[in-house]
């Protein structure tokens, strides 16, 4: 394997993308859920970047890239066919120590984007290191189907579980088999049913007077404010 898998934190941190085409819509969407500061660099954008300009939700210099323009980028993502442009993209961003990833062109990447199945803060990703990305979209559309949002929902439930959890001050191994023991085979499926009796009997057996009953009334209001249940 060509590539170290990582997921990035790059709220607030710069991100350039060059082109304002389709593609580089799509790009700059996934880094603006991710809270990136972006700024595109193109001539010309399309009608939906145009609106988060207006909006303020990303920056633009609408010109051709030119080299210098990637200071002070945590990462950038060239989304242009000027294969001109993508060699000096690469070039500068190689020479800066910067994050790139020039689309559809592996070989002008020091990092890839692999396809990805988002369920609130869970994320399940598929790469096959860049040599099929239609194989990697095939594959997470059959997670898409197995991975509902009652995971991301989980995962959430989990979260907040962590630290009432590691309140208890016992040790590594204790506090493992108490995680263990909370994520129930069928916790997924209580919360897609919206069995509340059920996921709340189960937590109060497995942490008893540790959990206390503003901690059930949040996880209780996570599961109806998801609307999970609703769907079925």
């Not at 993502?77 to 000027?82: E, K, L, N, R, S």
Request: hydrophobic share 40%; proline share 3%.
């Amino acid at each position: 394997m060509n590539y170290f898998p990582i997921n990035l934190k790059i709220s607030g941190r710069r991100c350039v993308v060059i082109g304002g085409g389709k593609v580089a819509a799509r790009k700059v969407k996934g880094l603006l859920e991710c809270g990136g500061q972006v700024v595109v660099i193109s001539p010309e954008l399309t009608d939906e970047l145009e609106t988060l300009v207006r909006e303020g939700l990303i920056g633009c210099k609408k010109k051709n890239y030119l080299k210098g323009d990637l200071d002070g980028a945590f990462l950038v993502i060239a989304a242009t066919d000027d294969e001109n442009a993508q060699a000096e993209v690469y070039n500068e961003a190689e020479e800066k120590g910067i994050l790139v990833n020039v689309a559809d062109v592996p070989e002008r990447c020091n990092f890839i984007l692999p396809a990805t199945v988002s369920r609130n803060e869970l994320a399940v990703s598929v790469s096959t290191g860049g040599k099929s990305p239609a194989l990697a979209r095939l594959l997470r559309k059959k997670l898409e189907k197995e991975i509902g949002p009652e995971y991301g929902v989980l995962a959430d439930i989990l979260g907040l579980l962590r630290p009432v959890v590691l309140s208890r001050g016992q040790a590594h191994e204790s506090n493992r088999d108490v995680f263990n023991d909370i994520l129930h085979d069928n916790f997924p499926i209580w919360i897609k049913n919206g069995n509340w009796d059920l996921i709340r009997d189960h937590l109060e057996n497995v942490l008893g007077d540790v959990i206390d009953q503003e901690c059930l009334n949040r996880i209780k209001n996570m599961i109806e404010c998801s609307g999970c249940a609703k769907s079925n």
